[in-house]
């Protein structure tokens, strides 16, 4: 089955470490997006890419860092000057131009 | 750039009761519209979406919107709602011809049996 696949599932890290989030599509989407989900706050976009080798930042973008070395993959980096990192994580990927997002079930992470 | 409002937070209702869920944007271009639904434990998924055309869309599970251009909303109705629409909804924004997906703060919808 298509889908994507986010791991880990469950993460807990100390402050001052980084730590990184995978993110895997075999939909051949184009597009694939990083959103942080808080309660009350809705989705925020951290970070988005259209194409290979290519992304833009979104709304809440420091503090992450990401790479879209192949379709497939789109990790997130929360790095140590990520002021509030505890939160949920969610990818998601759509076609070009068609921007129905397709999401994975996401990666809590919790900093301790 | 664009943004989103969901003004009702958290909603409380029987079921059998109608529903209307309140969602504005701002942007000044042509938009596609979306509502999104997350029950809990699973994925977030789409529910209906507005891309051109009728104003008046229908999505899975008996749910529709209305795009009012002139008022910048896309609010979501149901006329009968039953205990397993007990879940958070999202309404979400993207210029037509951008990548850029922005989501609002999301509405609890809370369906008493």
């Known amino acids: 089955d298509g889908g994507i696949t986010q791991s880990p599932k469950y993460l807990f890290r100390k402050e001052g470490q980084n730590v990184t989030l995978s993110c895997e599509q075999n939909?051949?989407?184009?597009?694939m997006y990083w959103y942080r989900q808080d309660p009350g706050q809705g989705l925020r976009l951290i970070y988005y890419?259209?194409?290979?080798?290519?992304?833009q930042k979104g709304d809440i973008a420091e503090g992450y860092s990401v790479s879209r070395e192949k379709k497939e993959s789109f990790p997130l980096t929360v790095t140590s000057a990520q002021k509030n990192p505890t939160a949920f994580y969610l990818c998601?990927?759509?076609?070009?131009?068609?921007?129905?997002?397709?999401f994975g079930a996401g990666s809590r992470l919790t900093v301790l | 750039a664009q943004s989103v409002s969901q003004h009702n937070h958290h909603v409380i209702l029987s079921e059998a009761a109608s529903l209307e869920l309140g969602c504005n944007y701002s942007?000044?271009?042509?938009?596609?519209l979306f509502w999104y639904v997350q029950y809990p434990g699973q994925h977030l998924q789409l529910l209906l979406k507005?891309?051109?055309?009728?104003?008046l869309v229908k999505g899975i599970k008996g749910f529709e919107a209305e795009f009012i251009k002139s008022k910048f909303s896309f609010n979501l109705r149901k006329p009968s709602v039953q205990w397993s629409d007990t879940a958070e909804y999202f309404c979400?924004?993207?210029?037509?011809?951008?990548?850029?997906?922005?989501f609002g703060t999301g509405t609890k919808l809370q369906v008493i049996p």
């Open positions: 939909l051949n989407h184009d597009a």
């Open positions: 890419s259209q194409i290979v080798n290519d992304f």
């Open positions: 998601a990927s759509s076609t070009a131009g068609a921007n129905v997002l397709t």
């Open positions: 979400a924004v993207n210029p037509q011809g951008y990548q850029k997906v922005t």
């Open positions: 507005y891309f051109s055309g009728d104003p």
């Open positions: 942007y000044g271009g042509t938009v596609n």
